[in-house]
């Protein structure tokens, strides 16, 4: 689906990409930021490229965590077709390079020296071969827990630290008659909760286990123990979990029907966008069990290969846009993000913000920072498949004993390398 928002010949303005002369052609902009939150936050990317005079042309494919559009982008580079820029996670950034079909923003990126300010955690998927091939526009993370004010107090009043007192916490807001946990039983947030069980297990084993996909610590003692967590917390779901969005599931802390949702910040969009207040309506705290710690996904935009000066001008001036230290803050104050540069202020941001973008700095200096495996930052595709396979059978109550369902995931992985 191809929606024309804003046409070429309604530029404002003459835009001059890097090369001096060519104009810049209309974007078309192929992402999965369709929930309410998202599309407010691209709605600060159109607007930005508009006042540059640089139209949008818009390819949304619905689906929380982009497989959907995955899918979508592989047919219309098939076909020949790609689009001008492409919302992209991670390793999937690092195979499409290694296809050759990526563009190069190496130009723009020394003139603006990105080298100094993007932190080498996002570089390593920005870059490929040494070459600057995609624009980071945020950092999520996923070890979040969205919690409503409201149902916190009237269970309490005390933040869980700890995987016994999140649990006391559960135990009370079901007594209360809420659905304890908001989930969204799709297997990319059957995996973003499980990325934090994993890290509550420890900084050390989430590394051996997801990063270095180390056989021991996929199959042991440690795994056996997040997939017993996992196996207790699916007691605290609804039962129309299953398949249900995760802004839908948001939506449903953000009115008061459900308790707590584990989620990347993401979340937080929904709630800004429903006119919560952090502190007041709704509470931001890190998965018990992984205060310090920050597992990471950063949004960026992955420039393919497109013919004609114009176009080459619209990828560069679109690349300069996002990195810009104004945009970066005016972008993820919207989005729930924290901006994916080291020198943006976070005066603009709420309370959350503000927390996020001070773990992810303590985190990238104490070693506490990793990718997320449930979104394609700690392995290739083909592994995240094959742990969302084995986690989404856990959750579908597949497998009783965490022992068992560890060794399951050490075998999946082996099979997916
Ligand atoms: C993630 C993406 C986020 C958010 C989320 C839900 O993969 O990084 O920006 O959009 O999916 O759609």
């Known amino acids: 689906m191809k929606i024309v928002t804003k046409g070429f010949a309604s530029a404002m303005a003459l835009t001059v990409g890097l090369a001096g002369a060519a104009r810049a052609e209309d974007v078309e902009v192929l992402h999965w930021w369709t929930s309410g939150g998202e599309a407010a936050a691209l709605n600060v990317l159109k607007e930005d490229l508009a006042s540059k005079g640089i139209g949008w042309i818009d ?57 100094a300010v993007i932190p080498g955690a996002l570089q390593r998927f920005s870059k490929y071969d040494g070459h600057w091939i995609a624009a980071p526009v945020n950092v999520h993370s996923t070890n979040w827990v969205w919690i409503n004010k409201a149902a916190l107090d009237a269970a309490g009043g005390k933040a869980p630290e700890t995987f016994d007192e999140l649990i006391a916490v559960l135990d009370a807001m079901k007594a209360n008659d809420l659905t304890a946990i908001a989930h969204g039983g799709q297997p990319w947030q059957d995996a973003t909760l499980f990325d934090a069980l994993v890290l509550a297990e420890g ?108 176009k080459l001008a619209a990828q560069a001036a679109m690349a300069t846009a996002i990195e810009s230290p104004t945009f970066q803050s005016a972008f993820n104050v919207v989005k729930g993000s924290v901006p994916a540069r080291t020198d943006v202020p976070d005066t603009a941001f709420d309370d959350c913000g503000k927390k996020g973008i001070k773990d992810l700095a303590e985190a990238n200096t104490n070693g506490t920072l990793f990718g997320s495996m449930a979104h394609g930052h700690a392995a290739p595709a083909s592994v995240k498949n094959a742990t969302y396979d084995v986690i989404t059978a856990v959750v579908n109550g597949e497998y009783s004993d965490g022992a068992t369902a560890a060794k399951a995931l050490a075998d999946a992985v082996a099979a997916a390398q």
């Open 59 to 115: 390819m949304p494919v619905a689906g929380g965590g982009g497989e959907a559009a995955m899918t979508a982008l592989r047919a219309r580079v098939t076909a020949g077709d790609p689009p001008t820029a492409v919302q992209m996670l991670g390793f999937d950034i690092q195979d499409w390079a290694a296809e050759g079909a990526l563009g190069n923003l190496d130009a723009v990126a020394a003139a603006e020296g990105w080298d």
């Open 203 to 310: 900084t050390d084993f989430y590394k051996q286990a997801f990063i270095d996909l180390d056989p021991a610590a996929l199959g042991g003692d440690k795994m056996a123990a997040a997939f017993d967590k996992l196996i207790k917390l699916r007691s605290y779901f609804d039962s129309n979990f299953s398949g249900r969005d995760w802004n839908l599931a948001s939506a449903m802390v953000i009115n008061g029907e459900a308790g707590m949702q584990f989620m990347g910040d993401w979340a937080k969009g929904e709630f800004l966008k429903a006119g919560k207040v952090p502190g007041t309506d709704f509470i931001c705290i890190r998965f018990p069990g992984t205060q310090g710690a920050v597992t990471f996904n950063s949004d960026q935009f992955a420039m393919f290969n497109v013919s004609g000066e114009g």
